[in-house]
């Protein structure tokens, strides 16, 4: 039995986004939506987090940051891009700095669309991420195991 | 040591963060409920920590281990000391050694947020010090003696006298279960200018073994606690000290954090309002 899906803590990074989608993810933690009924931590610290969230479009200088965070973080891990920016650098896609998608930077494991995306689709991706997540672990085990002996 | 001490020190080895777990759990769950949220299941703390097992661990120093180690190390001490009935102070004196070894865990790393988060646990210790301390003076004046089964066994009237001991050992539990408005070096909550403070460079079951850590300690605070109303009787003695306990996190959801120095002056005042005062009325009472 894995428990990574029983506690998988989120780390959010907004990658230049109008906002609109970081509203949302945040309404999540709000009473109404409260995913702390799943032990869903937002962590502001990408050494404690399994699943990283990304809004917006990626641009030349948010890159480096978002590499260093997906790097940061300790394996099993997956990540989530969130709204039509993340997933294809949605309006901003013609700006000359963008990148169309989080995805030409790291690899991305669910896209949550949407403009903004609903706190419904975006907890339904952190559930999908989770089955992703325990899959990712049971293979981390087996390296170990590999790597032991 | 008899076969009888070994085996109540291995129950309170395996007991302890099993009990320190489940604080922590109706903890989360009470705070959700006081924010009108449904709140995690009341065994989270668990899952959280099986989960930190089985992700990689990310080493900074190798120290790093160890000290974390050597903080679980000295918290089971501290506990084992107070739970077989023995010398406060020395109880007290591993708890400190412990909270050390945390803070050079933080300080081994060069995260400047676990260098923040170190400093600030520093001088949260310099606030509640003095309060700890006067708590075993209390007993050791009331009850003449500093091992905890004599307390336990003192008289009843003994919360009485010691009320405001009582009062400033229940301001610094706040300091020592990190909670607002005190939760300056490290918060459970994270997106603070901190990061995570204290545990920011610790990760996997390094990250593990300090949240055992804290459980540990949650259950010998609430021993402390539950040495002043002892001599009452377990079936009054534990229900008040689990409210006093709980109570704290009421006091978490309805106050904003302080500065440290704001920290350091109240936490003093209290010292030295209710603790030397009653220490010094004590022979009259
Ligand atoms: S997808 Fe829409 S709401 Fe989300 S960051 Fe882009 S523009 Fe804003």
Redesign the pocket.
């Known amino acids: 039995m894995s428990f990574l899906k029983k506690s998988p803590w989120i780390l959010h990074y907004a990658a230049t ?6 509203i ?1 993810v945040l309404a999540c933690l709000t009473p109404l939506y409260d995913v702390e009924r799943f032990g869903i931590i937002n962590t502001g610290n990408p050494k404690h987090a399994d699943i990283l969230m990304v ?3 990626v641009n030349e200088e948010s890159r480096k940051v978002l590499e260093n965070l997906y790097a940061q973080m300790p394996d099993p891990k997956a990540v989530i891009a ?5 997933l294809s650098g ?3 896609r013609d700006a000359y700095n963008v990148y169309a998608g989080i995805d030409q930077v790291i690899p991305v494991d669910v896209y949550v669309p ?4 609903r706190p419904e689709s975006i907890i339904d991706g952190v559930v999908q991420a989770l089955g992703i997540l325990e899959e990712r672990g049971k293979q981390r085990k087996r390296q170990r195991k590999v790597a032991l002996s | 040591m008899s076969y009888e001490t070994l085996a109540l020190a291995a129950a309170f080895i395996v007991l302890g963060p099993l009990v320190g777990g489940l604080l922590a759990g109706i903890d989360r769950r009470l705070t959700a409920r006081m924010q009108s949220r449904q709140g995690p299941p009341i065994l989270q703390p668990f899952y959280d920590v099986l989960k930190l097992f089985e992700k990689d661990t990310t080493i900074v120093t190798s120290l790093q281990t160890l000290y974390v180690w050597c903080f679980l190390f000295f918290m089971v001490i501290s506990g084992v000391i107070l739970y077989l009935g023995g010398d406060l102070l020395i109880s007290l004196f591993a708890l400190t050694v412990s909270g050390i070894f945390l803070v050079l865990t933080a300080e081994s790393t060069n995260s400047p947020y676990s260098k923040i988060g170190s400093a600030r646990e520093l001088v949260l210790m310099m606030a509640y010090e003095p309060m700890l301390i006067m708590v075993p003076l209390g007993f050791f004046l009331v009850a003449g003696s500093f091992r905890a089964a004599d307390i336990a066994a003192g008289d009843p009237s003994q919360v009485i006298q010691l009320l405001g001991v009582l009062i400033g050992f229940l301001f610094i539990l706040t300091i020592k279960l990190r909670k607002s408005p005190f939760d300056l070096s490290s918060s459970h909550h994270g997106h603070q200018e901190l990061v995570k403070g204290l545990t920011t460079d610790i990760t996997g079951s390094d990250l593990a073994l300090v949240e055992i850590g804290h459980w540990y300690e949650n259950v010998i605070l609430l021993g402390w606690l539950y040495l002043f109303f002892a001599p009452l009787g377990v079936l009054w003695a534990l229900p008040i000290a689990l409210v006093l306990f709980f109570a704290e996190v009421l006091v978490d959801n309805t106050n904003a954090r302080l500065k440290w120095g704001t920290t350091v002056k109240a936490s003093w005042w209290v010292a030295g309002l209710f603790g030397v005062t009653n220490l010094l009325v004590l022979p009259f009472i």
């Open positions: 986004s109008c906002n609109g989608c970081d949302e809004t917006g479009s969130i709204g039509a920016c993340a949605g309006i901003f949407g403009c903004a995306a």
